[in-house]
């Protein structure tokens, strides 16, 4: 399992992006993107799907956080791609029923291998000091659509912004940590396709 790692580096006119993942870590997250609130919730996110990330990025943050955000998704659902090769032996599934305070959310995955996102969050502030709040639909997006996975979250209480995000990126942690953990129960492909 040592072995479920990948790096992953994509640059473009508008930003630089280098990242390493461990799937089987330790929850170790070592970040440096300029963009401080990204950074706290995927410091959450590895602490609590036990991952760790070495992550180096840049972007064109003069103009906003936008290009950058959707970048470190992007990066990221290809790493958990490649570190989890044709899947054989994982659980597949995982979810999480996270509370925060005030919010409960709910994060389920299926790493099918077919991308979508159901994004059911009303979130009531539109900005975390300078972080536009509507990017973490388009981070999430931008992950699924690299990892090959389903992903629903919802909303199912709160109304402070940041505890809704938070719970969120605690819960992803929680259910991709379920998801991609290997289970001795399964042999081969979790699928009765044989591909995933």
């Known amino acids: 399992m040592s072995g479920r790692t990948a ?11 280098e990242l390493h993942l461990a799937v089987d870590g330790e929850g170790q997250a070592r970040l440096s993107c300029g963009v401080p609130f990204l950074e706290h919730m995927l410091t959450l996110f590895c602490q609590h799907g036990f991952f760790d990330i070495s992550l180096a990025a840049e972007g064109d943050l003069p103009v906003d956080a936008h290009h950058l955000v959707e970048d470190i998704g992007l990066v990221l659902g ?18 999480a029923l996270l509370p925060m305070d005030d919010a409960l959310v709910m994060v389920a995955v299926d790493f099918s291998g077919r991308p979508y996102l159901a994004y059911d969050l009303l979130l009531p502030a539109a ?13 999430l997006r931008a992950f699924v659509n690299k ?15 940041h505890h809704i995000i938070e719970a969120l990126f605690k819960g992803l942690g929680r259910a991709l940590d379920a998801a991609t953990a290997i289970d001795p129960r399964v042999k081969g492909i979790p699928s009765t396709k044989g591909l995933l």
């Open 78 to 95: 290809e790493a958990f791609s490649k570190a989890l090769g044709d899947k054989a032996g994982i659980g597949r599934f995982g979810s």
């Open 127 to 139: 900005r975390l000091g300078t972080f536009e709040t509507e990017l973490v639909e388009e981070f």
């Open 7 to 17: 790096s992953v580096s994509r640059k473009t006119a508008e930003t630089s992006v």
């Open 147 to 161: 990892a090959g996975c389903t992903l629903h979250v919802r909303l199912l209480a709160g109304c402070n912004t």
